[in-house]
């Protein structure tokens, strides 16, 4: 999405701009992650762009929250709309970035060895699109089909009848285990860390409410901006219901009951204190397990599908349809890994700790090297030949999450230090689209060849970022999770978003271009 609108936008100041993309088609994230019930949480109507009215006027969005098939035929549309395509080389995957500090020009190398010189980069590489997949003894022994949700394959495989282990159940696994459920023979769903999930009551959108955004828009679009997520929450999507005011560390029991007879899954966040403190949030933890417990038949898996020991609002909510009522069939297994882990994939299945499972199919739902994977697999040179991979062994650093000090006309859109994945994706990346554009305009019209952060400014915005995430459950000693790296082995552990919203990101930026950007040097 930020790739196709940066072409659109920077054709639209006048510079020639040639987009490479690794995927035979365009939709990043939308492109590659095609896994049965594959589906956004933020709901359509907000998950969309706003740079052109005509767009938004003349698409119609069929249900609450998009799906993988509706927001690729999105994307498509606006490449063919806005005739983006013939700036676009497909099947281009970049390997290579290397800075000519005495031209000035970046050099971008494919992997099939093709050059592409440019006065500016933007890396448009998305924040989870590096998929992680675990490194179990065996893995190529397996004799099977071996998928993975973020490379699901274009043509659909015939999982009928099939027995199949799913690994992972963050927001993939939990969102295909239904659906898969639904197919395969049997579902072997290997949990190694239950998950808070909350159900996203998706379903047709109401014509009203979307005519209504229609009339609205350009006011919609504002309010998204000057919100901390990027999401107004007027779309009537119940994900986006706020905390109460009532503290649940001051509830009685009978009222905890109540609201849970009220409002379900979401009486766990119901309380002003879940998401600050800790006890109230175990509290809201207990509220969860509770709702486990009620829906999932077999008391021994709604022990295990209960999280514990690790607070909610630590990982992204993940929501979901009909997720743990999906182990009350009989052709579903929970595999608790707390029981017994994960030793070796063989030939015929997965053994593990607790015994052997046979398999014909293997899915991994393992998730992604987050925010840094995508830009520290391409071997991006800066001044001197420094690699950006090795200036960040210890952890990203960048000015804005916008660029980075060495690395000159190099820029990232929703890079580590922005808001990015906390924040409505879209609406971060037409920001970051538009701040740049603005940048480079400001570097042509004023006849300056570099545009590169200082190391002050750099190193007060990364103490800035690691200040307002401090104290909060995103960074709790008890929270492992992507934003922090901790998913993937040797990753420092570092928090990678910008947590203090939107609001104040952007205002921030916008101060900084209007004073002609302080803290880049632009010569
Ligand atoms: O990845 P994850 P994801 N053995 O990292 C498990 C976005 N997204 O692709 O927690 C066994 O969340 C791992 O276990 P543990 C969204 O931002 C959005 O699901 O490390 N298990 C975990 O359960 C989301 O947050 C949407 O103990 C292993 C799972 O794999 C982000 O992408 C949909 C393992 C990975 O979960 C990532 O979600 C999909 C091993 N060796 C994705 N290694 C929507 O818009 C890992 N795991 C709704």
């Keep these: ?219 919609q679009r504002r309010r998204q901006r000057e919100t901390p997520g990027g999401v107004t929450g007027s779309t009537g999507a119940i994900i986006l219901q706020g905390p109460g005011r009532k503290p649940i560390l001051e509830s009685t029991e009978a009222e905890r009951v109540s609201m849970l007879e009220e409002r379900g899954w979401d009486a766990s966040r119901a309380w002003s204190d879940v998401a600050i403190d800790p006890e109230a949030n175990e509290m809201g933890c207990e509220l969860f397990r509770e709702m486990v417990r009620r829906t999932v038949r077999d008391p021994e898996t709604a022990e295990s599908l209960s999280p514990r020991g690790y607070p909610i609002g630590c990982k992204r909510p993940v929501i979901d349809t009909d997720y743990f009522a999906t182990f009350n069939r009989d052709n579903v297994t929970l595999v608790d890994l707390r029981r017994g882990g994960i030793e070796s994939v063989t030939e015929t299945g997965i053994q593990t700790e607790q015994g052997h499972f046979d398999l014909d199919v293997i899915v991994f739902a393992t998730g992604f090297d987050a925010m840094t994977g995508s830009l520290s697999r391409i071997d991006i040179r800066g001044r001197e030949g420094v690699a950006l991979r090795d200036l960040w062994v210890d952890g990203p650093r960048t000015y804005l999450g916008l660029q980075m000090v060495g690395f000159p006309n190099l820029f990232t859109i929703s890079g580590p230090g922005s808001p990015s994945v906390l924040a409505n994706m879209v609406v971060c990346s037409e920001q970051h689209v538009e701040w740049i554009g603005a940048c480079l305009a400001y570097a042509r019209d004023h006849g300056f060849t570099t545009v590169e952060p200082t190391p002050e400014a750099q190193d007060a915005w990364v103490d800035h970022v690691n200040q307002v995430a401090e104290g909060t459950m995103f960074t709790s000693t008890t929270c492992n999770s992507w934003y922090l790296g901790a998913n993937i082995p040797g990753k420092p552990r570092v928090f990678l978003p910008y947590v203090a919203g939107l609001p104040a990101y952007i205002e921030r930026a916008e101060a900084i271009a209007a004073s002609g950007y302080e803290g880049f040097v632009v010569g």
């Design 1 to 219: 999405m930020a790739g196709l609108y940066s072409l659109h936008h920077l054709r639209g100041l006048g510079f020639s701009a040639v987009v490479l993309e690794a995927g035979a088609g365009v939709g990043g994230t939308w492109y590659w992650n095609r896994y049965p019930g594959a589906r956004c949480d933020v709901p359509s109507l907000e998950y969309s762009y706003g740079f052109s009215d005509e767009l938004q006027q003349e698409w119609e969005w069929s249900e609450v929250f998009p799906g993988q098939e509706e927001l690729e035929r999105y994307f498509n549309h606006v490449a063919d709309r806005f005739d983006l395509r013939r700036d676009i080389r497909l099947n281009t995957r970049v390997a290579r970035a290397v800075f000519d500090e005495h031209r000035a020009v970046w050099t971008l190398t494919s992997d099939a060895g093709d050059d592409v010189t440019a006065r500016f980069v933007v890396m448009a590489t998305g924040p989870l699109s590096a998929p992680s997949t675990p490194d179990i003894p065996g893995r190529d022994r397996f004799q099977g089909l071996v998928l993975q949700t973020s490379r699901w394959p274009r043509t659909e495989p015939d999982l009928a009848g099939k027995r199949v282990g799913l690994i992972g159940t963050g927001s993939s696994g939990v969102q295909s285990t239904p659906e898969l459920a639904a197919v395969v023979g049997h579902l072997y769903v290997f949990q190694r860390t239950p998950t808070y999930t909350w159900p996203s009551h998706n379903g047709p959108l109401d014509a009203e409410v979307q005519a209504e955004w229609k009339r609205d828009y350009a006011e």
